[in-house]
């Protein structure tokens, strides 16, 4: 499969794209190593007890304020506790799988896709998004 076509999949036949948890395992093991609760980082960047554990199990992404106020407190360079958000789309289409069988919508294929061809994917969305506005205008005219 080209990447071009993969990009065409991707754009005009998946039914849901969701991007998935990326824990955070560098910063539980330094706040689990120095002692400090989820509640006590929680007031540091500041949010409820819930958010944060949300965002060191991936569900929610961490800015890099939060980062660095999370480095400050836990007197660590951030390097040390940072990871990168690696994109992980979870694909619901038969038209990923190589199943042959009829589909019963279950079936769902995994991908992870490298931050360059991710913004490759952006780039050929936004282009695709500027020809149906073109065709839009053409259409109303």
Not at 40 to 58: C, F, H, M, Q, W
Not at 89 to 106: A, C, K, L, M, Y
Not at 119 to 133: A, C, N, S
């Amino acid at each position: 499969m080209t990447r071009d076509f993969f990009l065409f999949n991707l754009i005009f036949f998946c039914k849901f794209v969701k991007m998935s948890d990326m824990q955070k395992e560098k910063l539980r093991t330094v706040r689990k190593t120095k002692g400090y609760t989820q509640q006590e980082l929680a007031d540091v960047i500041p949010t409820d007890v819930s958010n944060y554990s949300r965002k060191e199990s991936g569900g929610v992404s961490i800015t890099q304020t939060e980062w660095q106020k999370l480095a400050k407190f836990l007197e660590v360079p951030v390097e040390e506790i940072y990871e990168e958000e690696e994109a992980k789309f979870i694909i619901e289409n038969p038209v990923f799988t190589d199943n042959t069988g009829v589909n019963v919508g279950n079936n769902i294929a995994t991908t992870n896709i490298s931050n360059e061809l991710s913004i490759e994917i952006i780039k050929t969305m936004q282009e695709y998004i500027g020809l149906l506005k073109e065709e839009i205008n053409r259409l109303k005219k």
